[in-house]
């Protein structure tokens, strides 16, 4: 697999329901990302987690990290059809010459029904 | 306070031509970097540049590319001679401080989406 891989790799769900989506990756990192990403645009910044941080908070959005199991989730409280977009997780590797040289993964595509 | 501008947003070229894809970083970020990203795929990181340097093209095809971030104006990513193989959405990002041993956050562009008929 590969360094910051997601899943599930798409997800379906109604208004007000929660999302989760996982991430996976390979090797130590300095700190992992989410982002999100509508259809035909930019990527837009979530959240970020250190590697000395487990759970994080941000508004509707809740992140994990786990580096023994070298695992992050993110978590959607009370979904909306606005959430609709493709959510990626980027991790910072740690050591050697990390300028800025994010490992993104395939990414979940998220579906939020009205 | 504008973001990070790329332009042109769509470029066709033919096989054999060049594309030359811009990027405006946010006011006050001095690192720029430009990622590609091919279809259902995630990103993949290029090049990190400062004013006039290339700090890391690790991510950079050997050959036909080449990007530069001049003292003045935007940075350049160019694609000489494009296969289509070379259609994708390229992406820049900038930052107002380097990485270092520790990422932060990136602001990235809307992104330039090149086709190569």
């Known amino acids: 697999s590969q360094q910051g891989e997601e899943d599930p790799q798409a997800l379906s769900i109604q208004e007000g329901e929660n999302a989760t989506m996982n991430c996976s990756y390979k090797?130590?990192?300095?700190?992992l990302q989410w982002y999100r990403q509508n259809s035909g645009r930019g990527l837009v910044h979530l959240i970020l987690?250190?590697?000395?941080?487990r759970e994080k908070h941000s508004g509707r959005l809740r992140v994990t990290l786990d580096t023994s199991k070298k695992s992050s989730s993110l978590l959607i409280t009370a979904s909306r059809a606005a959430d609709t977009a493709s959510y990626f997780c980027?991790?910072?590797?740690?050591?050697?010459?990390?300028?800025?040289?994010?490992?993104f993964g395939q990414g979940t595509i998220l579906t939020v029904h009205p | 306070n504008a973001g990070v501008m790329q332009n042109p947003r769509h470029l066709v070229r033919r096989r054999g031509q060049e594309a030359r894809l811009r990027c405006s970083p946010m006011k006050g970020h001095s690192h720029v970097y430009w990622y590609r990203q091919l279809p259902e795929e995630g990103l993949k990181f290029m090049v990190y540049l400062q004013k006039e340097n290339i700090i890391d093209e690790s991510g950079m095809p050997k050959e036909r590319f080449s990007a530069e971030f001049p003292k003045e104006g935007p940075s350049i990513l160019r694609i000489q001679q494009v296969v289509r193989g070379d259609s994708a959405a390229y992406f820049c990002?900038?930052?107002?401080?380097?990485?270092?041993?520790?990422?932060?956050?990136?602001?990235f562009g809307e992104g330039s989406r090149l086709t190569v008929l």
């Open positions: 090797t130590s990192i300095n700190n």
């Open positions: 980027a991790t910072d590797v740690r050591g050697g010459t990390s300028y800025g040289k994010l490992t």
């Open positions: 990002a900038s930052s107002p401080h380097g990485g270092g041993l520790n990422t932060g956050e990136l602001f």
């Open positions: 987690i250190r590697s000395n941080e």
